[in-house]
């Protein structure tokens, strides 16, 4: 995988890190049609992201242990500190 999409998959993981998000909103940021930045698909088959649908509420996106390991190993302990919102 490039070098950009390694990034941008580790932007999207530390987005969810401080707690889920609603799938469309996921969506609208990070979803796109082009095949040289599948972030979000890449972060899928990576296992780095699931899906909940708790009672009673829409579907949620969050960071799986996998993913949250991944952060940890390849973002610096400063820029995990806080979170970060981001509009894309």
Known sequence: MSEPVEALILDLLEWLDPSPRPYGEV?????????????????????????????????????????RTHLREHRSPATLSGSVEREL
């Open 27 to 67: 969506m609208d940021a990070w979803r796109t049609s082009c095949p040289r930045l599948p972030v979000w698909e890449e972060a899928n088959d990576r296992g780095f992201v699931e899906r909940r649908r708790p009672v009673g509420s829409g579907e949620l996106v969050a960071l799986s242990a996998k993913g």
